[in-house]
């Protein structure tokens, strides 16, 4: 018996004119995979802004921890990412261009794309006038752009882990982790609104299925609580 196609649910075609997308396998969609999480709580509680914290001062934060925390759950994939095994920076059917602070676009392979990205946030995060830590100095008046500029290249390294070494990440039963950095991340840029949902949308079929809560285990067993 055939299989049939009325398992796909998508059908977009990419409006810039490029081939359309082939059906690829996504072994990260895999329930076996998906439902390896290393919380099970709600990760919104953990985004939502605390009375009296200021806003800034929290995006601040939140997008230093997820640099450091992107940054490591990528190096634990460095070794597998080369100019080789990645010629472009890609991610479901995208390709991604770095551009130089001239605007000028740039080709360049993966792990290039991820060394311009963890280098410029890295440059950012710790440079005082754009992210200032001493008491009394002002954020910049273009705070919110460098927010959402940091996180969209964070996403760019998130998705081309998933979609170009979800098989090693799995090999070192990282996968739980990663699950639960990616879904922590997108709660987090949703709910202040840090990306437009057109560029993250190349995740939305992961996205769906990791910010649905797992449905409760099998009652086989009595757990004391
Ligand atoms: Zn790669």
Redesign the pocket.
């Known amino acids: 018996m055939h299989s049939s196609r009325s398992l796909h649910r998508k059908s977009k075609t990419k409006p810039n004119g490029k081939k359309p997308p082939v059906e690829e396998k996504k072994p990260y969609l895999e329930p076996d995979y998906t439902k390896v999480r290393v919380v099970d709580f709600d990760l919104k509680e953990l985004v939502v802004l605390p009375p009296e914290i200021d806003l800034n001062e929290w995006l601040a934060s939140n997008t230093t921890t997820f640099f450091n925390l992107i940054n490591l759950q990528y190096s634990t994939v460095s070794e597998?990412?080369t100019g080789d095994?990645?010629p472009v920076m890609s991610a479901c059917n995208t390709t991604y261009y770095w551009y130089d602070e001239k605007g000028k676009k740039t080709k360049c392979t993966?792990?290039q794309y991820v060394d311009f990205v963890m280098s410029s946030v890295q440059k950012l995060v710790t440079d005082e006038d754009n992210f200032p830590t001493k008491y009394g100095k002002e954020f910049p008046n273009a705070f919110d752009s460098l927010v959402k500029k940091i996180c969209r290249y964070l996403f760019h390294v998130l998705a081309?882990i998933y979609w170009?070494?979800f098989k090693e990440t799995v090999a070192m039963d990282l996968h739980g982790h990663l699950n639960t950095l990616y879904t922590h991340f997108i709660v987090f840029i949703r709910e202040f609104n840090l990306m437009d949902p057109k560029e993250i949308a190349i995740m939305d079929d992961l996205t769906e299925v990791l910010c649905t809560p797992l449905p409760p285990a099998p009652q086989n067993h009595v757990t004391e609580r």
């Open positions: 597998f990412c095994t990645c993966a792990p081309h170009a070494h």
